[in-house]
């Protein structure tokens, strides 16, 4: 139903085992499970602009965009660990997915997307017909 294509996974995985460290820190860590006739997915994007989240599907590919403002440079940082600048996170969604009704809310830091299941892939009865009983012909 939700399938997630990463092509810098084994490098990322390389990296780690080499450097001790992430190559690319998640800056949109994503929950998803199926919750009835939904899916939902969840990203974490504290301190971002609602105005800055941006939300495409095109075909089964659903595209969230986010901005954090760049450091200040009058600051003198001691720490800096949180991503800035703009990132993003594709989904590829299987058939079985309704993308035309994709519902999204943010709220407290946190992206919700609900993805029904259309129509065609929920589970339905097939009604069976049966050729009438053939009467014996008596003599």
Do not use: C, H
Not at 41 to 49: A, K, R, S, T, Y
């Amino acid at each position: 139903m939700l399938m997630r294509t990463d092509p810098f996974r084994d490098l990322d995985r390389l990296t780690q085992q080499v450097f001790g460290t992430a190559a690319r820190p998640a800056a949109m860590p994503m929950d998803a499970w199926r919750d009835g006739d939904d899916f939902v997915v969840e990203f974490d994007l504290p301190g971002i602009d609602p105005d800055s989240l941006d939300l495409d599907v095109e075909r089964n590919v659903v595209t969230v965009r986010a901005a954090r403002p760049e450091l200040d440079t009058d600051r003198s940082m001691i720490a800096a660990e949180r991503p800035r600048g703009v990132f993003s996170r594709q989904l590829f969604l299987g058939e079985s997915l309704d993308t035309d009704r994709i519902r999204a809310d943010y709220r407290d830091g946190v992206l919700r997307l609900s993805i029904p299941v259309a129509e065609k892939a929920k589970p339905r009865k097939i009604e069976i017909s049966r050729e009438p009983e053939r009467q014996a012909i008596s003599a």
